[in-house]
């Protein structure tokens, strides 16, 4: 449906002509799962490959996040990924293999950083539980 379409909807509804109303803009979330904000540290390396990198998660989600690394990646590549955060007084990752769904800057020269979304391929057992409770907690303290 169309913002129009929508906004003309929702005036019926309340039985306002269109004079009477106040049109805004409404922003409907697509996405499967809700992506919460973050600041979290990753390890990662290519699928093939037993060379580790660091990256940065700025977002996260049940489907995938999105991340800042220092290397150009192609659209399709695997990598194993272990995102680490403290839970209590203990360091805690969250293990999977991700796929390079989308980037869409240029590196920033000062740092070297390439932003791409990853969604997740697979978890080793327990993962992607762990990744619930941590949504579940992090979404819970941002509320």
């Known amino acids: 449906m169309s913002s129009r379409k929508f906004t003309t909807a929702v005036r019926r509804k309340r ?3 269109k004079s009477q109303s106040k049109e805004g803009v409404l922003v409907v979330e697509r996405r499967k799962y809700p992506r919460i904000s973050v600041e979290l540290p990753l390890d990662y390396s290519l699928v ?15 489907g995938g996040l999105l991340v800042y690394l220092p290397e150009a990646l192609k659209l399709g ?3 194993k990924i272990e995102v680490l955060f403290v839970k209590g007084l203990e360091l ?30 697979s978890f080793p057992k327990g993962n992607l539980q762990k ?5 579940k907690e992090v979404g819970e303290t941002h509320s």
């Open 92 to 121: 805690n990752s969250i293990k999977a293999i991700a796929k390079v769904v989308w980037s869409d800057l240029p590196p920033k020269e000062i740092w070297g950083e390439f932003r791409y979304g990853l969604e997740f391929q």
């Open 15 to 17: 039985g306002e002509s």
């Open 48 to 62: 093939d490959s037993k060379e580790s990198h660091g990256g940065l998660v700025a977002n996260i989600s049940e």
């Open 77 to 79: 590549t695997l990598i």
């Open 131 to 135: 990744l619930k409770r941590l949504l």
